[in-house]
Structure formats: C-alpha cells, structure tokens
C-alpha cells in the first residue's frame, strides 16, 4: 500500500506560481499528476517514469514542470504563470504500471490539494 500526501496548494492570483508536493510512503515506479475543476472530468496533467521521463499536456506544456526527488520519495509540480482555468482540486498519483497511470486509473491517490487562480 502506497500513501500519497500532497501540499502546497492555495490561492493565487493570474500569473502567479505555486509548487505542489506529494509525499510517498515508499517508492512507486510511475507517479502523476491531476486535476479536475468543478464540473468537469478529472484529467491528467503530467507523468514521470522511473528513468525521470516527463511528460505533460499541451495546456500546461511551458508553465508546469513535474520532477521528483527520489532520495526523499517526493513529487513535485511547480506551476508558473497560473491561469484562472488552472483553478482545480489536484491529484497526486502512483502506480507500478505506466499504463494504468496514463489512463487515468492509478492504482493509489492522494487526497488532493485545492488550487485556486483569480484573474
């Protein structure tokens, strides 16, 4: 069992920056990131692999930055140059399979941290 911790959300206003963390129990092979603002369908905004692979979606693609500090079994999202449709409860995520992840359906969660940007 793999508990996820995240912090460092809250509210900034447009064009700000916030760094996210999640704190591991232990060491997972693929960990992400998501987000699903109210109403909408939660989505993935970005995935590390185990060789420290990156990746993340268009809209975030310049401004978010996912990494991972192995020695202390933690990930990061830095988020710069915030939008107000940045604004979303976010996810941390982990799974054994990049698959699972990547689809959405990790096999641990976290408990999300509440982003909030206003214009």
């Known amino acids: 069992q793999v508990q996820l911790v995240e912090s460092g959300g809250g509210s900034v206003q447009a064009g700000g920056y916030l760094r996210l963390s999640c704190a591991a129990s232990?060491?997972?092979?693929?960990m992400g990131w998501f987000r699903q603002a109210p109403g909408k369908a939660r989505e993935r905004v970005a995935t590390i692999t185990t060789d420290g692979t990156t990746s993340v979606i268009s809209t975030v693609k310049g401004r978010f930055t996912i990494s991972k500090d192995n020695a202390k079994n933690t990930l990061y999202l830095q988020m710069n140059s915030l939008k107000p449709e940045d604004t979303a409860m976010y996810y941390c995520?982990?799974?054994?399979?990049?698959?699972?992840?990547?689809?959405?359906?990790?096999?641990?969660w976290g408990q999300g941290t509440q982003v909030t940007v206003s214009s």
């Open positions: 995520a982990a799974d054994p399979t990049l698959s699972r992840l990547w689809v959405g359906r990790p096999k641990y």
């Open positions: 232990t060491d997972t092979a693929y």
